[in-house]
């Protein structure tokens, strides 16, 4: 039996955003708030996927109540944020999805302001679903007063500032998000090492197994899809923990098997290298060289 592939609905415009899902036209070309009770559609009818040509911000109090982490429970019982950046591809909404608000912004609206270019620096835009931005009370009341004064700006007759007043709104959503993830970071520090710990259990048995002659070297894409969780999560996750992205822990993971090898080995430089995963001996010795200030023949030495 032929399996049914998979179908896939790119939205490049908010007009047809708003079509598909039974909304009005909107106010603006380039920047709609929506609330989700509005939306009109069967879930049924709608492409397994989507994806959109601009950025979506979306409260859902589907995630609200006790949100778990590991063995723990956090109460955040006011819903939560999911960002997603264009070209992502992400599952259609279901018909449980009721109730809670979407901002649509395509990257055109931002174009000639400063925004236009910072927007790439929130991570959580890489972040997966199940990454959410879980919001308490407080956050809640914060995130929906911003949203609030955006909704009045577009129901509002449009003036020479209504860009700037938005925009600077969007920038400080974005802000106040970052704040917030920094915060749920803190309180899922438990759970954190605990994956800090799977991290390091995976990448011991990677080099012990020498995968790395098959696979080379770790990537950050592999080790995200080990630990389920999206590779910018990841990175920032570390970075709350150690001080280091993801790609700077596998640097330290390979200097700290390369310094093992030089140590406790007969292997050539060029062996090691090739163990570890790398192509060519030479990025080996510029990468030890760099973390260590010593060229792997230098660390070998000072042993004798």
Do not use: W
Request: hydrophobic share 35%; charged share 25%.
């Amino acid at each position: 039996m032929k399996k049914e592939e998979k179908t896939l609905h790119k939205f490049e415009s908010l007009n047809d955003f708003h079509r598909v899902f039974g909304l009005q036209k909107p106010l603006h070309p380039l920047i709609s708030f929506i609330d989700i009770a509005d939306m009109k559609y069967n879930a049924g009818e709608l492409a397994d996927s989507i994806v959109l040509d601009f950025y979506k911000i979306a409260y859902k109090t589907l995630l609200c109540g006790r949100a778990k982490y590991g063995q723990n429970y956090y109460d955040f019982g006011e819903g939560g944020l999911v960002f997603t950046a264009p070209n992502q591809v992400f599952e259609s909404p279901d018909d449980n999805v009721t109730a809670g608000f979407i901002l649509l912004v395509h990257p055109d609206f931002f174009l000639s302001y400063p925004l236009a270019k910072k927007i790439r620096q929130y991570g959580f835009f890489s972040y997966a679903a199940n990454e959410a931005l879980h919001l308490s009370d407080q956050e809640r009341g914060t995130i929906m007063s911003v949203f609030k004064i955006i909704d009045e700006e577009l129901k509002s007759r449009i003036d020479d500032f209504s860009q700037d007043v938005i925009i600077s709104q969007v920038e400080l959503l974005l802000n106040y998000s970052n704040r917030f993830y920094k915060r749920q970071f803190i309180t899922r520090k438990a759970v954190n090492s605990d994956l800090l710990q799977k991290l390091e259990e995976i990448l011991d048995d990677y080099f012990d197994k020498e995968q790395s002659l098959k696979l080379g070297i770790p990537t950050v894409q592999y080790l995200s899809g080990q630990l389920n969780i999206s590779a910018s999560y990841l990175s920032d996750m570390l970075r709350s923990l150690t001080g280091q992205n993801a790609q700077q822990h596998i640097h330290h993971k390979l200097i700290e098997k390369g310094k093992e090898k030089l140590s406790t080995t007969n292997l050539s430089i060029s062996e090691i290298a090739y163990h570890l995963g790398f192509e060519h001996a030479q990025s080996f010795s510029n990468l030890f060289r760099k973390k260590t200030n010593f060229s792997p023949l230098e660390f070998r030495q000072s042993f004798n």
